[in-house]
């Protein structure tokens, strides 16, 4: 099954889900579907650092 991560647009802050596929894609741009502000997977603003639980 497709594992999926959260990201959250640093321009607006508008969190959405996708694929975590794309952090193994080379200079792959996340578009935000509110803002269209294209951004790095790891520029995206959040908690990519937190574990599993919570
Ligand atoms: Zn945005």
Do not use: L, N, T
Request: charged residues 30%.
């Amino acid at each position: 099954m497709a594992e999926i991560h959260e990201v959250a647009c640093p321009a607006c802050g508008y969190g959405y889900y996708v694929s975590k596929v794309v952090f193994r894609v080379k200079d792959f741009a996340c578009i935000c579907p509110k803002c269209k502000h294209e951004f790095r997977p790891e520029e995206s603003i959040g908690d990519m650092e937190r574990g599993e639980q919570g």
